[in-house]
């Protein structure tokens, strides 16, 4: 029988340990009720940025704004007493050191989550430099970066060349001695999520991006079934929502139009 294991509340030295033998579990979410089921069952919850395309029914991320993202991280870390929440820094398509940072500043003031995940490479150096000193976690997030792409059709794998390779290898190294606390790998090769898990002394959190990262993360709808519309190799469905959900469905519909319900156990006399 399923028993709920309910742990003290994480904080960011112990979840982001790189000598931990136990891998970091990361799932997202983007609401309150769901946020409750999983709170006490994985370390990092992420208010991601892909509520864009599994929410919105967007072909992207980018159309997410700081204003949404605020919104939901704020009912997401309403609800999390025991997971650490962090929430993506939405896209821009202008590149601001200063304009980054007032804005991360600006989306914790008023959600009061655990940290950060922002896409970007080396060029993201001196930011992070800045919100470590003002004691804001950031979790770096390399090789595939979805709001570089204008659809999910258009995603690929990266590192398989040489140059690729050596650019995500180098940009880790950056970004972890400017004050990274943890590299998110998504879409990447084995070989190269292997060596950078290998030289970094912060964990690695993969998202197809193999077994051999400190952590794994993925999105709660894929994983659950619940999203049917795009389907990467690298998701596995634990359950079928959509399935359930369907079923369930029918069946209220069924007993709506037979009288079945509401009977008098539903209602008040």
Do not use: W
Not at 102 to 131: H, M, P, W
């Amino acid at each position: 029988m399923f028993s709920r294991v309910v742990d003290m509340k994480r904080n960011i030295k112990t979840v982001f340990n790189k000598n931990n033998k136990r891998k970091i579990t990361c799932l997202t979410s983007y609401s309150y009720n769901y946020t409750k089921i999983i709170d006490d069952l994985v370390d990092v919850i992420l208010v991601g940025d892909s509520m864009g395309m599994v929410l919105y029914g967007l072909e992207n991320t980018r159309t997410i704004s700081d204003e949404m993202m605020i919104h939901h991280a704020r009912a997401v870390k309403k609800a999390a007493k025991n997971s650490l929440v962090f929430f993506d820094l939405p896209y821009s398509s202008r590149f601001d050191e200063n304009d980054i940072v007032k804005r991360v500043k600006y989306i914790l003031r008023k959600t009061n989550c655990d940290g950060v995940k922002i896409e970007g490479n080396s060029e993201l150096a001196n930011v992070i430099k800045k919100l470590k000193k003002v004691n804001i976690p950031v979790m770096v997030h390399l090789g595939l970066q979805p709001q570089k792409f204008s659809s999910s059709k258009k995603f690929k794998i990266f590192g398989r060349g040489k140059r690729d390779f050596d650019k995500i290898t180098k940009d880790a190294l950056i970004l972890e001695n400017s004050g990274a606390i943890a590299i998110l790998l998504e879409g990447i090769i084995t070989k190269i999520s292997k060596v950078i898990t290998n030289l970094s002394n912060i964990p690695t959190i993969g998202i197809g991006a193999s077994e051999f990262c400190d952590g794994q993360i993925l999105v709660s709808e894929d994983m659950l079934g619940l999203f049917t519309e795009y389907h990467p190799k690298f998701v596995k469905k634990y359950s079928n929502l959509s399935r359930d959900i369907q079923i369930a469905v029918k069946k209220y519909v069924k007993e709506v139009n037979t009288k079945r319900f509401p009977n008098k156990k539903f209602r008040y006399d």
